[in-house]
Nanobody, 120 residues
């Protein structure tokens, strides 16, 4: 079992920045890909950005050039640096990890979500 704990959400004005963090913990596991998803009211959850163990990244078109995903493999932590934030970035942001549990299998895990609100 893997637990994901997110931090860093909050209220920011348009054009501002926030940095989200997500740390994975548990026993006898290794993390494969990690990523961030978001869900705005009345909308489906969507991928924001993802990163592999080898640090290959993928971004939604709407955040390219503004958001940067990174990870610290030693700390099992993924980050999302969000710059030039827009009101349409307002959503609950969820951390995701695909993890291998030793002698068991590969599973997907989700954080509890952190609110990001962009408003003046």
């Amino acid at each position: 079992q893997v637990q994901l704990v997110e931090s860093g959400g909050g209220l920011v004005q348009p054009g501002g920045s926030l940095r989200l963090s997500c740390a994975a913990s548990g026993r006898r596991f290794s993390i494969n890909a990690m990523g961030w998803y978001r869900q705005a009211p009345g909308k489906q959850r969507e991928l924001v950005a993802s990163i592999t163990t080898g640090r290959n990244t993928n971004y939604a078109d709407s955040v390219k050039g503004r958001f940067t995903i990174s990870r610290d493999n030693a700390k099992n932590t993924v980050y999302l640096q969000m710059n030039s934030l827009k009101p349409e970035d307002t959503a609950v942001y969820y951390c995701h990890a695909n993890a291998y549990i030793w002698a068991d299998g590969t599973y997907d895990y989700w954080g509890q979500g952190t609110q990001v609100t962009v408003s003046s």
